[in-house]
């Protein structure tokens, strides 16, 4: 077993030394070759797709340009374009027509005016205003207790608690006013904030805004990129072998050349490497084994000697 492995090693070892001069492509001739491949590859990319059309199809309008101002620029823009349409919805005028609805609540009544009061029963009653203190007012010939009016009729009787009420009341339908246009502005942010950004040279991905310019040339690089990984390998496997050569493991050889080297690789292949080392260290541990020098025996100690048998 160890001769014929050995054999198999010492003619292996004069096969692949007899193959180890490369006969590659002479660097002038593969420079040549290359710009052949690079020139046809410029030629098929222009005639498969034209950038222009890649804008089209993205909607850009061309030629595409950067942005007109950075994000946060845009960000002001679109604040204050939201702001100024839910101004524009609810005005201060929508908060007084509502506050002037109610004046006809807060109007005082003087001597003189003809009015109708409401008493705390549900019954009223109409006549002209001749007087009011702050405990009684005399409508027609009645005297009548403020105690037994409505909060709503005392009201037409006390310009400060109207004045007060008023302003409360104004308050109410500001606070009202702002949390509409606030509602409004979250309604129409959406479509404002894509308006302006896609006006202003962006674009949205994911959630996030992207210059177009930089998007629009990001997909003409990847298409590019693409169709090269299509034309590439066909356009140089192509003009290396009409130039004669041919391919093995990625690198271009003569045809004799190329053929070594796969007569070679089939070689090693059939060798199986890992298998080989692993007979070769059964032989190496069998040959240490077989070779080792036997163990010498121990020392005998004084006074030590065989005896014969006892005799009965």
């Given at each position: 077993m160890q001769n014929k492995?050995?054999?198999?090693?010492?003619?292996?070892?004069l096969l692949v030394g007899s193959m180890t001069i490369y006969a590659e492509v002479p660097p002038d001739k593969k420079l040549q070759i290359d710009?052949?491949?690079q020139a046809e590859l410029e030629s098929a990319l222009g005639e498969l797709y034209d950038p222009k059309e890649i804008g089209m199809m993205l909607g850009f309008e061309l030629p595409v340009k950067p942005p007109a101002n950075p994000k946060d620029i845009v960000e002001e823009i679109?604040?204050?374009?939201?702001?100024r349409q839910a101004k524009e919805r609810y005005p201060k005028a929508w908060m007084y027509e509502r506050l002037d609805k109610q004046l006809a609540d807060y109007?005082?009544?003087k001597p003189g005016d003809k009015v109708t009061v409401e008493y705390t029963n549900g019954k009223t009653f109409t006549d002209v205003l001749r007087s009011n203190s702050p405990e009684y007012i005399t409508l027609g010939p009645k005297r009548i207790n403020k105690k037994d009016l409505t909060e709503a009729t005392k009201l037409h009787l006390n310009p400060a608690k109207a004045r007060q009420v008023y302003r409360s009341t104004g308050a109410k339908l500001e606070k009202e006013?702002?949390?509409l246009r606030a509602q409004y502005r979250d309604e129409i942010s959406l479509g404002v904030t894509r308006q302006i950004y896609s006006k202003q040279g962006y674009i949205r991905i994911n959630n996030v805004w992207y210059s177009k310019k930089d998007y629009y040339e990001k997909r003409v690089k990847l298409t590019r990129k693409r169709?090269?990984?299509y034309l590439l390998p066909v356009l140089t496997y192509k003009h290396f072998y009409q130039a004669g050569y041919r391919e093995f493991k990625g690198e271009w050889f003569t045809p004799e050349e190329a053929n070594r080297l796969r007569n070679i690789d089939r070689i090693e292949s059939e060798l199986q490497p890992a298998r080989f080392i692993a007979e070769m260290d059964t032989l190496n541990s069998e040959f240490l084994i077989g070779n080792a020098a036997p163990?010498?025996?121990?020392?005998?100690?004084q006074g030590d000697s065989e005896s014969e048998p006892e005799q009965g």
């Open positions: 492995l050995i054999s198999k090693i010492f003619k292996v070892s710009n052949a491949i679109v604040g204050k374009e939201l702001d109007k005082q009544w006013m702002l949390a169709l090269e990984g163990a010498a025996p121990a020392p005998k100690q």
